[in-house]
């Protein structure tokens, strides 16, 4: 017998997002690594404690912005397009598929609101965590991009006889 998909919408849904993300993820990782608390500490005086509406909570900013970092999103509509979509970076930015992703045009307030040397100075924060964690060590790393002409010429190759005849390129 034929089956047939029936489409009813649910009135209540208890879906856990993690469950759907991979225990290799990169986001699984990273989050294990992450503890934004000091966050609140140092964007607490941007904001007023009695006036207006209540803000996009700072954590979920840098963990967008994180989204952004590790996976080129270059565009702050595209970032929030993508966590819209996207299960791991819901799960990772801990908003649930009920809520509403922010709008783009608030994480560039909150990015010009905070400056670049609080944002700075959020980073370094997070690579000493990361640092006390034993994650690197800190010390530099220096590679060799020295640029070494070849001793090659295209009139020099040779073209070779497959080993396989039913060996095919794609």
Same mark, same amino acid.
């Given at each position: 017998?034929? #089956?047939?998909?029936?489409?009813?919408?649910?009135?209540?849904?208890?879906?856990?997002?993690?469950?759907?993300?991979?225990?290799?993820?990169?986001?699984?990782?990273?989050?294990?690594?992450?503890?934004?608390?000091?966050?609140?500490?140092?964007?607490?005086?941007?904001?007023?404690?009695?006036?207006?509406?209540?803000?996009?909570?700072?954590?979920?900013?840098?963990?967008?912005?994180?989204?952004?970092?590790?996976? #080129?999103?270059?565009?702050?509509?595209?970032?929030?397009?993508?966590?819209?979509?996207?299960?791991?970076?819901?799960?990772?930015?801990?908003?649930?598929?009920?809520?509403?992703?922010?709008?783009?045009?608030?994480?560039?307030?909150?990015?010009?609101?905070?400056?670049?040397?609080?944002?700075?100075?959020?980073?370094?924060?997070?690579?000493?965590?990361?640092?006390?964690?034993?994650?690197?060590?800190?010390?530099?790393?220096?590679?060799?991009?020295?640029?070494?002409?070849?001793?090659?010429?295209?009139?020099?190759?040779?073209?070779?006889?497959?080993?396989?005849?039913?060996?095919?390129?794609?």
């Amino acid at each position: 017998m034929q #089956g047939k998909q029936t489409h009813q919408r649910e009135l209540f849904s208890t879906i856990d997002l993690e469950s759907f993300i991979p225990k290799d993820h990169l986001l699984r990782k990273v989050d294990k690594l992450l503890d934004l608390e000091f966050l609140y500490g140092l964007t607490e005086e941007l904001y007023c404690v009695d006036n207006g509406r209540t803000s996009i909570d700072p954590v979920l900013f840098f963990r967008m912005q994180l989204i952004s970092y590790l996976f #080129g999103i270059e565009s702050d509509r595209q970032l929030c397009r993508d966590v819209h979509l996207n299960l791991a970076y819901r799960w990772f930015c801990r908003i649930p598929l009920y809520q509403s992703v922010p709008h783009h045009s608030s994480l560039t307030r909150i990015r010009d609101r905070m400056g670049e040397s609080r944002y700075q100075q959020i980073f370094k924060l997070m690579l000493l965590q990361w640092q006390k964690q034993g994650r690197f060590t800190g010390k530099q790393i220096v590679v060799d991009a020295t640029l070494v002409k070849a001793n090659a010429s295209m009139d020099s190759l040779v073209k070779r006889e497959n080993a396989d005849p039913n060996a095919r390129v794609f």
